[in-house]
């Protein structure tokens, strides 16, 4: 039998991290031949030459896709994309996988899965059917739905947004989050081999920040940011991990701003990439996730942990009991803090469920995608819910 060629693209740390143990299982497969994409901020040497660990981790890069990350205008955003649908046609015509899977919502994503569409390459969708009203990676999630053929999504709610937007429901599966896996199969650092791994000593308090721009807001990650700086100068015996923005407009702006409080701040630590090992390690020894990350919403509730959710970045996704939404004004913001610590909180959170499912999902795509026929997939018919109550 011949192997199933599965290319997997991955643009972010955050994302790989999330694929991680699903491409594990794909190149353990015997069926499965797992091809990897490396772009986007893999490549740059800004955001910490990332496809390197990839290569660490024991995988093969077939492909690098560069895409020219010079800037965060949105002029050099939109040539980024198109850098990107004529590298990753190049790379198709290549390699010719049979079946393309991507994760997510970021415009190097909607630039592969473009060229696929033209290149008649049937695409798996992770994480679709999510909300976040905040950022334009709500519109290029949506359009990479109606661009795949087979989704994978976190909880059932999201599921049925899929059929919404008329994909049959029989290529919509409900296989939870993909975070909670490296959660459960991580073996995670103690506090001591976390300090010194990241070379930096906890405290009484501990907190990691992770804050991006807010992209269809026309320039306000400075000021939002700030106010969030502002709020943070004010704690008390409190250390502070900083991991830094990624490649989005204005994401910059909030990188500098960090580096200039770090300078100025001995209490704190910043990072362009933790690596999953030691993110996941820190979460589980922190007071609270605070920004506007999905991995607050994500993976930090199953640490039993708090997250202080800022602004309207993730606005529209499902939240667990422990995540505090706050404005991006200082105000808001110390009042969430306030929260967080009081008793009622802390012992609400100690019994708090992760609404993103209990792990597993890996094992769940690939015995799904081993199963479909993926030669008969691409031509599809819009799924009208008012025809199909009829």
């Known amino acids: 039998m011949t192997r199933r060629k599965i290319g997997v693209v991955t643009g972010t740390r955050a994302e790989y991290g999330l694929l991680y143990w699903l491409m594990k299982e794909i190149d353990s497969d015997k069926f499965l031949e797992l091809q990897i994409f490396a772009t986007g901020m893999h490549l740059s040497e800004e955001f910490g030459?990332?496809?390197?660990?990839?290569?660490?981790?024991g995988f093969t890069i077939d492909s690098?896709?560069?895409?020219?990350?010079?800037?965060?205008?949105?002029?050099?955003?939109?040539?980024?994309?198109?850098?990107?649908?004529?590298?990753?046609?190049?790379?198709?015509?290549?390699l010719k996988p049979d079946l393309l899977l991507v994760l997510g919502d970021r415009f190097e994503i909607f630039s592969a899965v473009s060229a696929a569409m033209i290149a008649k390459i049937p695409v798996a969708h992770l994480h679709g059917g999510e909300t976040t009203e905040g950022v334009f990676d709500e519109y290029?999630?949506?359009?990479?739905?109606?661009?795949?053929?087979?989704?994978?999504?976190?909880?059932?709610?999201?599921r049925d947004r899929i059929i919404q937007l008329g994909e049959h429901p029989n290529k919509v599966f409900n296989v939870g989050g993909l975070g909670v896996d490296s959660i459960n199969k991580l073996k995670l650092l103690s506090k001591a081999n976390l300090e010194k791994s990241i070379n930096f000593k906890l405290g009484e308090k501990n907190i990691i920040v992770t804050f991006h721009p807010v992209t269809?807001?026309?320039?306000?990650?400075?000021?939002?940011?700030?106010?969030?700086?502002d709020s943070l100068a004010k704690l008390k015996n409190t250390k502070i991990i900083f991991t830094k923005a990624n490649s989005d407009t204005d994401g910059r702006v909030i990188n500098t701003m960090i580096d200039d409080y770090v300078a100025n701040h001995e209490n704190t630590i910043a990072f362009v990439s933790m690596g999953q090992l030691n993110y996941l390690s820190a979460l589980q020894l922190m007071d609270v996730v605070i920004g506007n990350s999905s991995s607050g919403l994500l993976e930090a509730p199953s640490f039993k942990i708090g997250t202080i959710n800022i602004g309207d970045r993730q606005k529209g996704r499902i939240k667990a009991d422990s995540v505090i939404d706050c404005l991006p004004e200082i105000k808001s913001i110390d009042k969430a803090l306030k929260k967080l610590?009081?008793?009622?909180?802390?012992?609400?959170?100690?019994?708090?469920?992760?609404?993103?499912?209990?792990?597993?999902?890996?094992?769940?795509?690939i015995s799904i995608i081993k199963k479909v026929n993926v030669n008969n997939i691409l031509k599809k018919s819009f799924y009208d819910l008012t025809i199909s109550q009829q």
Do not use: C, W
Request: hydrophobic share 35%.
């Open 216 to 229: 269809l807001e026309k320039s306000t990650s400075k000021v939002n940011f700030q106010a969030l700086l």
């Open 49 to 57: 030459n990332t496809y390197q660990q990839i290569e660490k981790d």
């Open 341 to 365: 610590y009081s008793e009622d909180f802390q012992n609400k959170i100690k019994n708090v469920n992760n609404p993103y499912g209990d792990g597993g999902a890996s094992k769940k795509i």
């Open 140 to 158: 290029i999630r949506h359009s990479i739905t109606k661009m795949s053929h087979l989704h994978f999504v976190a909880m059932e709610k999201y």
């Open 64 to 94: 690098k896709v560069d895409i020219s990350l010079s800037s965060d205008t949105e002029l050099a955003i939109s040539r980024s994309m198109g850098l990107g649908i004529i590298g990753f046609s190049e790379t198709f015509q290549e």
